[in-house]
């Protein structure tokens, strides 16, 4: 046998012993008939009939892609007016669009930071701002989550003259929220940047859906950096950062992720800017996202989350998948969470809250959930 083939064999007989192979799973058109809480569709605005067309209508004016990167021909007049009303939205000057969220948190990132800086992040950030910190070639200084005092010692103790702390508003996979008042606090003594990735509070957290940020009262600092994704409360594709007008300007002159890439689509452009706008005129899809969690979180029996996920931990990997499949076979779809996703090694059921669930879908949810994890081994 090939070398390269034996190895890849072992390593997926490794992973299979370990409870940890994944598979893909495509839905059909139409959706699977589950209960859907695995996905991130926070405010049930990816198959709303109004965004789909605005979709539609941008592919239709633009043409299917972008056609090129940003700075070459890549950049439409939608471009700039998604990026001037999500930076409003979010008490922002100045935003740029990525063609992913992850591609943002890269740029924001590694445009800013390099050799001799130093970066400081929570041992939860998503995986798009560790490997940004990677890719950065700055120090990086990994502190324990939501540990101020870790960070600001990891502050005042650098020989750098330039340092990045990075961190969640709220946290993809345990749910919670960073303390950012702190953390802001904690920067400006140190002169350092807080870079807070908001893509699970946007649409689902702080007034109106605005984010953590400004409910903190940090929108607009200038040494406050913030990330968000279009893919999740907006139901589209792409992300943003978003801060004062000198970044942005930076960022498009540095950032690798923003100059090598092809525009984000059109389409995605046109439905982002449309799911924007019903936010914004019905802000009660943020109140029943909070209801739906609530629910959930009691049904679980863990406290209410800060947005729209929850994380239930689980003895070990083979009980996640057992809990996820007894769900799925009741009708309610749920996530599992397996090493490495998970940045301390325990296993989770994570669920999501979304703002569409009607009353007799949560009854089920909720009962089914109950009985899940009454049958598994919860630590």
Known sequence: MNRFLGWLEEQARDREDAGLTR???????????????????YLGLAGDPRVVEAAAAAARGWGAGAGASRLVTGTTTAHEELETRLAAFCGQPAGLVFSSGYLANLAAVTAVAGRGDLVVSDAHVHASLVDACRLSRARVVVTPHNDVAAVARALAERPE??????????????????????????????HAVLVVDE???????????????????????????VTVTLSKALGSQGGAVLGHPAVREHLVNRARPFIYDTGLAPAPVGSATAALEILQAEPERVARVAAVMRRLAEAAQVPTPAAAVLSVPVADPRAAVAAAAACAQRGVRVGCFRPPSVPDGVSRIRLTARATLRDDELRLAACVLRDALDAVAVP
Do not use: F, K, M, W
């Open 161 to 190: 003259d330039r340092a990045l702390v990075l961190t969640e508003s709220v946290y993809s996979v345990l749910g919670d929220a960073a303390p950012l008042a702190e953390l802001a606090e904690v920067c400006a003594v140190h």
């Open 23 to 41: 598979r893909l799973q495509p839905r059909p058109v139409g959706g699977d008939g589950l209960v859907n809480l695995a996905g991130n569709d």
């Open 199 to 225: 893509a699970h509070a946007l649409g689902c957290a702080g007034p109106e859906g605005r984010g953590l940020v400004p409910a903190h009262g940090l929108a607009g600092r200038p040494d406050v950096i």
